[in-house]
């Protein structure tokens, strides 16, 4: 569904992302680990078209994004959820959510699975994003990237600041939604013991270079918790 192929990325004279390729498949949960810094967020604002590429491809459903805008890479189903979640605090949740369905046709309801994903937003609807918890607010933020119901879902570290409670449930919506097959979805992760439970693949990232990829029934054979470690 997505194949990124020899992305080169750089910002001033520095040189932040080096030959990355990675594919992600669906009914697949992807992940992308590494330490801070590594280039695993330029990654996915590359991928999302927020930042330039030197050279190199990405390609969703067989399809070139190299001259897509973010609004056309949504448009054609692309779901991301950034870091830091950037919810809109002085819109309520129900805004939010309409928010996600921008780039479908005016009228278009909020699906109702989304309250059967995530019950806490069906109780909030009117109160304002900047009113919700941290934990509540990535809820919400995932919920949007799924109101236009993607084919390809992409989360920057959604378990950053969350208590574990609502990392548990997080977790089960993700992997409810590979189960499915029709969805594909890439995860960066620094949350190992997360990460591990749900890949279906891996990639670990070392200075803007890709240092590892492999199953992820293989990761505690192939040493990835040592690759990660800080």
């Not at 950034?82 to 919810?87: K, L, M």
């Amino acid at each position: 569904m997505l194949s990124i192929q020899n992305v080169n990325q750089y910002y001033g004279g520095s040189h932040i992302l080096r030959d990355v390729s990675l594919e992600a498949k669906p009914g697949q949960v992807t992940v992308i680990l590494g330490r801070n810094g590594v280039g695993k967020t330029t990654l996915l604002k590359a991928l999302m078209g927020l930042v330039p590429v030197r050279n190199g491809s990405i390609s969703f459903e067989g399809h070139s994004l190299a001259r897509a805008t973010p609004y056309q890479r949504a448009r054609a189903g692309i779901g991301y959820v950034p870091q830091g979640r950037e919810i809109f605090a002085r819109l309520t949740v129900e805004e939010n959510l309409r928010m996600g369905l921008a780039t479908r046709p005016g009228g278009t309801p909020i699906p109702p699975e989304t309250f059967e994903r995530f019950p806490v937003l069906r109780q909030m609807l009117h109160r304002r994003g900047g009113d919700l918890s941290g934990g509540q607010q990535q809820q919400l933020a995932i919920a949007r990237a799924l109101a236009a119901k993607p084919r390809l879902l992409v989360l920057d570290e959604p378990t950053e600041g969350i208590q574990p409670s609502i990392i548990k449930d997080i977790g089960r919506v993700i992997r409810l939604l590979a189960d499915r097959g029709d969805m594909a979805i890439l995860l960066v992760e620094q949350y190992y013991d997360f990460a591990r439970e749900l890949a279906d693949a891996y990639v670990v990232m070392e200075r803007g270079e890709v240092l590892a990829r492999g199953l992820g029934k293989d990761m505690e054979a192939h040493g990835v918790r040592q690759l990660v470690a800080i």
